[in-house]
């Protein structure tokens, strides 16, 4: 099959090193004569058929910003379409045929998503009706079964380390509890790693059910040994020992019908009543997507997006590219999709995190 014109959209959430994929995949595209069109806004562009041509020129210089040129959107879901003027969340519709339409239109060989779980699920979708699909994975959660790191995770865990680092000293000077919430979603990912690398004291996640007895009692234990402060950092999906998560609204009619967050609010009002300790709570929030890609979130997508074109021109059409083993491969994008990639309560990272005394805020683990 002769590859004349492909397509490339970003969709979901945005991260840090998006604009690197795009840059490979064109720069590699272009080197071997291929035009390149990249759709607005994630699927939306497609649906809407608003899209720019990409050129070299386009590309210079976009390697080191956070963000898409591109835009993204995550709502925009050509199989449950809900923006006007076309649906609504009351009334949603299925837009596919017409972003299959708008596909064939522009004589496209080719499309190139590059997203996360349900950037994925729609690109299934897509492929189980024909389009010939390769994907790029992308989360900050850190949460695809089927690779071993997701570029813009290691971005989101610099900025959460550091910032646990500068909540150190002030709540060492002013003798606080210091509660930081991070992102995640339903993986502890951000939490732990950022918790381990910052030298946090309690790392509540997800993966492990915590009980508000043990965390009070660890901050008084703490306090009694000489310890004024305490550093506690949560992802916003912990949950309770009940399976209680803290939703800050829900979103009926969304493909995540529940935001989570707040948590980090609700522990400091908590901790602050039961210790009689003054607590702080500090929500990293979307200050993990922004910014500046580490090197090796630029290293990865780089490696990603140039197989991504090499995959599109193998004609490996339903495959994720894949970082395994410190090696770029394929896998089929179903597999990537099956199951979320969480943390393993029993497996070495918790309990390297226990041996150095942390602890998980759990009455069966530490």
């Not at 070299?56 to 591109?70: A, Q, R």
Request: aromatic share 6%.
């Amino acid at each position: 099959m002769s590859i004349k014109r492909i397509g490339i959209l970003t969709a979901g959430g945005d991260c840090p090193g998006l604009n690197a994929v795009v840059r490979a995949v064109s720069k590699n595209a272009l080197k071997n004569g291929i035009e390149v069109l990249g759709f607005k806004n994630g699927f939306d562009g497609l649906v809407r058929n608003e899209f720019l041509n990409i050129t070299n020129e386009t590309v210079s210089g976009i390697l080191t910003m956070g963000g898409t040129i591109l835009g993204t959107s995550n709502i925009a879901n050509p199989f449950n379409y809900t923006l006007p003027p076309f649906g609504s969340a009351d009334s949603p519709r299925d837009l596919s045929s017409v972003a299959l339409h708008n596909f064939k239109e522009n004589q496209l060989d080719a499309l190139i998503t590059i997203g996360g779980d349900g950037t994925l699920h729609m690109s299934q979708q897509f492929v189980d009706l024909g389009l010939p699909i390769v994907a790029v994975p992308k989360t900050i959660d850190n949460d695809l079964s089927a690779t071993d790191q997701t570029f813009g995770f290691d971005s989101a865990l610099a900025v959460a380390t550091e910032a646990i680092d500068r909540l150190h000293t002030t709540a060492q000077s002013h003798h606080r509890v210091m509660i930081v919430e991070t992102m995640g979603r339903y993986a502890g990912w951000i939490a732990l790693r950022s918790a381990i690398a910052g030298g946090g004291d309690i790392v509540l996640i997800p993966e492990i059910p915590y009980n508000e007895d043990v965390i009070v009692n660890y901050i008084l234990d703490r306090k009694a040994k000489g310890k004024n402060f305490s550093i506690v950092v949560a992802a916003e999906g912990a949950k309770n020992e009940l399976g209680e998560q803290t939703v800050a609204r829900t979103l009926p009619g969304s493909t995540d019908p529940i935001r989570l967050g707040g948590i980090a609010y609700k522990l400091s009002n908590m901790i602050e009543d039961r210790t009689k300790i003054e607590s702080r709570a500090c929500v990293l929030g979307h200050t993990q997507r922004g910014g500046t890609p580490t090197a090796f979130d630029r290293w990865l997508s780089t490696l990603y997006g140039a197989k991504a074109l090499d995959m599109v021109l193998q004609g490996q059409f339903g495959y994720m590219a894949a970082f395994r083993d410190f090696k770029i491969t394929e896998v089929k994008i179903a597999d990537a999709i099956s199951n979320l990639k969480r943390v393993d309560p029993h497996g070495e990272e918790v309990k390297a995190a226990l041996e150095v005394g942390m602890s998980f805020g759990s009455s069966e683990i530490g």
